[in-house]
């Protein structure tokens, strides 16, 4: 298993030199990039909502918590964020 940032080059060079490897998104970048989309405001109520995706049992627990999450952050006007934790 080979965890990045999702950085293109590091993502293909995975696949290309170790075909068996699976890729992981970092969750520290993830959740800074999804973060850097967020308001002052609601940085700290975003941080915890994040947290609690990664706290789900199960990856349809947390995919369903995501979705909760995306519709959240549209309806407090952070679509940019809610487009990036889609993503």
């Excluded at 293109?8 to 999804?34: D, I, K, W």
């Excluded at 995306?70 to 309806?75: D, M, N, R, W």
């Amino acid at each position: 298993m080979v965890t990045g940032d999702r950085c293109a080059g590091l993502v293909s060079t995975v696949g290309e030199l170790l075909p068996e490897a699976r890729y992981q998104r970092c969750m520290v970048h993830f959740m800074r990039n999804v973060l850097a989309k967020v308001s002052p405001r609601h940085t700290r109520w975003a941080a915890d909502a994040l947290k609690a995706i990664f706290a789900m049992e199960s990856r349809g627990s947390a995919l369903t918590k995501a979705g909760q999450v995306a519709s959240e952050l549209e309806e407090r006007k952070l679509k940019e964020a809610a487009k990036c934790l889609r993503e």
